[in-house]
């Protein structure tokens, strides 16, 4: 039986991609500097040069945390890695503040109004905000700009974010008007390889191109699904995950198996099951989907 996949991506043509090959810069070039733009284009209170790229939000988070030289404390769920990443750092350093998971359905905005808001971890929302420090993003396929793979660090500072990529780039930086390529002094200790290539960029500014359709196509199907129990305190949604709680997990993900429907569990150790929401699923789908749903609803 083919299950209803938990994502599935929009395709992507390899439009931009196809320049790359036909051009000397197969790593960080001109493609990662129209990805920025794209991004400041996107979300206009950051230039280009606030913004990060790394091969991964895990790379840039790991950065961040380099050149810091600190820990943070984590509101919430996150992605598991976030937190061992974090406990690898000297246990004198100093707390640099605090990290809120955003999947869309609590406002940072008023998150931050209540706490020492320092990153937003927005990798599952899209939505980064000026409240925080910096906002992290995720171009993984499974996420809402499901590009190669990637990250990207939203900074209030453009000085910290030169130092940021320079950090995923080997210690090396580019001056702020692009006339030459320097090393960072203090840059031995702190370096890593995590940049993100042209051929990643390139994907990744085509999957942003898909944003707003992502986000009115899970918006619809989510309305879709189990309207008549849209407000039930054990069902949760955003502009892209929808979660049931659950007491157990990996026996709720045998249940939905066993109806047709994948499943994800995406911040373990919660109780919250994702299932699928993702746009363009048909009405056969979306009706496994919401079976599940109130299968599960019922059974605890």
């Not at 991506?9 to 794209?38: D, E, F, I, M, N």
């Not at 996107?42 to 790229?53: A, G, S």
């Not at 895990?58 to 598991?80: D, H, N, W």
């Not at 992502?214 to 879709?224: F, S």
């Amino acid at each position: 039986m083919d299950l209803v996949p938990l994502f599935k991506p929009a395709p992507l043509s390899g439009k931009y991609a196809r320049r790359v090959a036909a051009s000397p810069h197969r790593t960080t070039g001109p493609q990662c500097a129209r990805l920025k733009k794209a991004l400041a284009a996107e979300f206009p209170m950051w230039t280009p040069d606030q913004i990060v790229l790394g091969n991964s939000a895990t790379a840039c988070f790991e950065a961040l945390l380099r050149v810091m030289k600190g820990k943070v404390l984590f509101i919430g769920e996150t992605y598991p890695l976030l937190p061992s990443i974090n406990q690898r750092q000297p246990s004198h350093s100093a707390v640099l503040g605090y990290v809120h998971t955003d999947i869309g359905g609590v406002t940072a905005d008023r998150f931050a109004g209540y706490f020492a808001g320092y990153l937003l971890d927005c990798c599952h929302s899209w939505a980064p905000s000026h409240r925080f420090e910096y906002s992290l993003v995720s171009f993984y396929p499974t996420k809402l700009v499901p590009g190669v793979e990637g990250g990207a660090l939203f900074c209030q500072s453009t000085l910290m974010a030169q130092r940021l990529q320079a950090t995923l780039n080997c210690g090396f930086f580019q001056d702020l008007d692009r006339t030459r390529t320097r090393v960072w002094e203090d840059m031995e200790s702190n370096a890593m390889k995590g940049n993100m290539t042209d051929v990643a960029a390139a994907y990744n500014r085509e999957a942003l191109e898909h944003l707003h359709h992502q986000i009115r196509g899970i918006r619809n199907t989510q309305v879709q699904i189990c309207r008549e129990i849209f407000e039930h305190p054990r069902l949760r949604r955003g502009r892209y995950l929808m979660q049931v709680q659950v007491p157990d997990v990996p026996e709720a993900q045998k249940i939905a198996k066993g109806m047709g429907v994948a499943s994800g569990w995406n911040f373990p150790p919660n109780q919250w099951l994702t299932v699928p929401s993702w746009a363009g699923m048909n009405e056969d789908q979306i009706g496994k989907v919401t079976a599940v749903v109130r299968k599960l609803l019922r059974s605890t």
